[in-house]
């Protein structure tokens, strides 16, 4: 008998990990692309979705929004919530400059063990930051390392985020990334449509990384335009209306939001 109760726990258990880390088989392209298009980031094919994760940063976020201001170019910046909150004003720049700020949580937080009531505050806490810049309510999530579990996809829901991934990156936070191996990276998945996943901050990489990615920018953008692509943001990206974590989880529960 207590053996079978052991098997059943574990048995419980297991499931229960499954549930939990099985959406983040979306990290890898091929299935992002084949089964969840807009998780891949695939919008209008005549425009790219330009991102950068983990700002702000005072010191190096501002170069940034200097670059692109030269370049005519806007950007969606996916913020951390404690980041935020340690210069509003440099936030409110962004949003004034007509950047878009998406939820990138609250800080970055590795995912592997279940903590939905955590994970749920934190998504509500940073979009709440984010509004109480005088900003509309953001759209967009993109959780820190790109692991959407079961439970950070229900955090979204909640908070009324549409979790979004990307669908080229520079690999610009590795130590031996230079510009050049930035745009090769990029071009292996740099098509009409693609969403870019790049880095404002070396919050969360290697330090000094950043100059890599400021290097590599008015290439990128040079190479769009000569392919006949407009940069923008992602709200301006069309992705792709395929359902979204807000509408299954508003299915599960009767409701009825109707097409994004």
């Not at 880390?21 to 005549?46: H, Y």
């Not at 976020?61 to 509003?88: I, K, N, S």
């Not at 920018?217 to 392919?227: E, G, I, K, M, T």
Request: proline share 7%; aromatic share 8%.
């Amino acid at each position: 008998m207590v053996n079978r109760c052991a098997a059943a726990a574990v048995a419980a258990a297991s499931a229960g990990a499954l549930w939990h880390i099985g959406p983040a088989a979306t990290w890898l392209p091929q299935v992002r692309e084949r089964f969840a298009p807009g998780l891949d980031g695939r919008g209008s094919p005549g425009h790219i979705a330009l991102t950068f994760d983990d700002g702000p940063d005072p010191d190096t976020t501002p170069r940034f929004l200097d670059a692109l201001d030269r370049l005519g170019v806007r950007a969606t910046f996916f913020v951390l919530g404690e980041r935020l909150l340690d210069d509003r004003r440099l936030a409110r720049g962004m949003l004034d400059a007509g950047h878009e700020l998406g939820v990138h949580g609250w800080s970055h937080q590795k995912p592997w063990f279940p903590e939905p009531h955590r994970e749920a505050a934190d998504l509500a806490r940073t979009a709440d930051a984010i509004s109480d810049l005088g900003a509309a309510p953001p759209t967009w999530y993109r959780p820190p390392y790109g692991i959407l579990t079961a439970g950070r996809r229900r955090a979204a829901a909640r908070a009324r985020l549409r979790p979004v991934l990307w669908t080229a990156w520079g690999r610009d936070w590795r130590p031996a990334a230079d510009r050049r191996s930035v745009l090769a990276d990029l071009s292996r998945r740099l098509t009409g449509g693609a969403t870019v996943l790049l880095h404002d901050s070396d919050y969360t990489s290697t330090p000094g990384s950043w100059r890599t990615t400021l290097d590599a920018l008015p290439d990128l953008v040079s190479w769009c335009r000569a392919a006949g692509w407009r940069v923008g943001t992602l709200g301006d990206h069309g992705v792709g209306r395929t359902r979204t974590a807000v509408q299954e989880t508003a299915v599960e529960e009767g409701r009825d939001l109707g097409t994004p």
